[in-house]
């Protein structure tokens, strides 16, 4: 099978380029990670509430789960619409995700959304259901230091940009607009 380019439509049929789709998700963890075969396996926190979408005319929002997850799966999986559903890249589950198991989003309470900044890899940490805790935070900002991967969290009320000023402003300007961060 022939290698999409960078300037393709994506093979996921969102219609967007493939470099500003699924292809952007791809180059956001190093080429010399090591590939991974996760799966989302129980893990449903992406349907669960802590983002928000609409799927067939249902809302669903913080505190709102997608309409249709019932007993942990998904009852139109095979037929779930491009968006938000078949756009949505999970970071814990990028190719070759650079992120411990105990980030998974179901055991960490937080969801790590891969996004593109100044076209630079960058990521999101949206709760689900808990602030990102320390030892997360030990975890992400030498990485962040050693990757040059910016991130952008909220904890006790307060969102935090960790990287260069640039970041927390521009993300902070987004979210003023009302401009979805991923």
Known sequence: MPKTGRNDPCPCGSGRKFKLCHGAAAT??????????????????????????EI??????????????????????EERPQSPCRNFVCGWLLPGSPFPEHFRPDR????????????????????????PDDAMLAWLKPYAQRTGTPFFYQRD?????????????????????GEPLW
Do not use: N
């Not at 940009?161 to 902070?172: A, D, I, N, R, S």
């Open 28 to 53: 956001i963890v190093p080429a010399a990670a090591a590939a991974t075969d996760r799966a989302c396996g129980s893990c449903t926190a992406c349907c669960e509430g802590w983002a928000e979408g």
């Open 157 to 177: 009320g307060e969102r935090v940009g960790y990287g260069p000023p640039e970041f927390q402003v521009e993300m902070l300007a987004r979210l003023q607009q």
């Open 108 to 131: 960490s309470g937080v969801i790590i959304v891969p996004l593109r900044w100044r076209g630079r890899a960058a990521f999101v940490l949206l709760s689900a259901g808990r602030d």
């Open 56 to 77: 067939r005319g249902h809302k669903m929002f913080a505190g709102q789960h997608c309409h249709f997850l019932q007993d942990g799966a998904c009852t139109i999986y």
